[in-house]
């Protein structure tokens, strides 16, 4: 048996209303449910549950770097840098070979998480 993919991923925040705007409303992530009386929420992000919610103890904060697929990267660059979202970056090129270029731009949640854009442009 072997690890088979991502299901989840938890990510640490203090204020989960908050946090649910943000990731919902601001980036756009499809949002799937809160738990009632418990400050959880969870999205899903191709496929993988995020799971957005107060640490149960310390050994529980997370604070992991997430990296978000887009279609043009330049775009949401620009519609983000609109809504106020905090970039440390700006779109530029990370890596390339023959057959595509890796593109990122690198931002802040309002809990001041480090995230990224991606994309991969593939020639024409």
Request: hydrophobic content about 45%; aromatic content about 14%; charged content about 25%.
């Amino acid at each position: 048996m072997s690890v088979e993919g991502l299901s989840q991923v938890h990510v640490s925040v203090k204020d989960v209303p908050a946090a649910v705007e943000f990731y919902r409303d601001v980036l756009g992530i499809d949002f799937l449910f809160d738990v009632p009386g418990q400050a959880m929420a969870f999205f899903d992000v191709g496929g993988v549950r995020l799971y957005l919610g107060e640490a149960e103890s310390p050994e529980f904060e997370s604070a992991p770097l997430l990296y978000f697929s887009v279609d043009n990267v330049d775009a949401e660059y620009t519609r983000l840098k609109t809504a106020e979202v905090e970039f440390i970056s700006e779109p530029h090129k990370v890596h390339a070979t023959d057959e595509y270029e890796l593109w990122m731009a690198f931002f802040k949640t309002p809990e001041g998480h480090v995230n990224a854009l991606t994309e991969e442009r593939y020639p024409a």
